[in-house]
């Protein structure tokens, strides 16, 4: 089994110099260990009372993906062994055997992000998730595909920021795909519109985990119908209602994805198997004809959607 390596999507500056590192730690000289015996992240995180390895690796390559992590390994460490086949490996005859050591105190991750990703893990660990599952022309949606973005999240394989910056006026969340990171305003202040959000964005981002293809406007369809299944569950609305009521004052696109939703969570209380949202269901066809006339999600539309994997 080969090493598998990526690219990171945004630039890694190397060595890093913000903040300034305390010191460079070299693991090996003149192809023997410096310290006498075998060294790899972790023991270096304890020497130097670093509690969370991820704030070491983060700090010299600003990227948690196992394959970037190696790709910045092989480019700047120039490491060549794998000790398991999969990752690399320090070796005393790496070509640049250092790594910078952050300064006391660094975090990689700031108290909103740490909030963040509690949330995260509290709104994906609800039963909820579990109870619908639906395919489209495109995708496939399930239980594991929350399970598999909430065990990345556990891992820090993928990310959670607990940030407004960058994000558009009133979104309260977003998944950065090139990124890995899952974005989430103001984590502190929840809300039962926040944790349909969530789950709006996790099924972005199990969708990129499970590598499924599509383009952008497939991905909001299979989004809009999660969070819907979701707020229905939670909310415990007696089923068949009119998500066109005023009362309700949902937006189209919610009114149309409420519709399938009803669909998919009326065929779960009676099958196991997923729900089919077929091209020759009028509501799939005016749901996406409404996220296509979308001020924000019209001109990102036709692209494609990320699925990389993390």
Partial sequence: ????????????????????????????????????SPENWGTIAKHYDIGDVWDLILYNFQCRNPEEVNWCMHEFLKCTKSNDGKNFSFSPSDAKPEIYIPPIGFSA????????????????????????????????????????????????????????????????????????????????????????????????????VQKQSMITLEGEVCGYIAEMCFSILVKKIPMPFNPFAPALRLNPIRQWAAKIAQDVLQHAAKKSSPFI??????????????????????????????????
């Fill in 109 to 208: 991750l700031s108290a909103d992000d740490v909030l963040a990703r509690e949330l995260a893990i509290k709104v994906l660990s609800m039963p909820e998730v579990k109870k619908f599952s639906f395919h489209t022309p495109v995708a496939k949606v399930s239980s594991k595909l929350y399970t598999d973005v909430l065990n990345h999240i556990k891992s820090q394989t993928i990310i959670c920021a607990g940030t407004s910056t960058g994000l558009p006026t009133g979104v309260l969340g977003q998944w950065v795909g090139v990124e890995n990171v899952l974005v989430v305003r103001e984590p502190a202040k929840r809300s039962s519109l926040k944790d349909m959000v969530i789950v709006h964005e996790a099924t972005h981002a199990g969708l990129d």
């Fill in 1 to 36: 089994m080969s090493v598998s390596k990526r690219k990171p999507a945004k630039p890694i500056h190397y060595p890093p110099s913000a903040p300034a590192p305390r010191k460079k730690h070299l693991y090996a000289v003149s192809g023997k260990w410096a310290s006498g």
């Fill in 277 to 310: 949202v077929g091209y020759t269901d009028s509501k799939l066809n005016f749901l996406e004809a409404f996220i296509r006339g979308d001020p924000k999600h019209g001109p990102e539309a036709d692209k494609d959607h990320a699925a990389d994997g993390v």
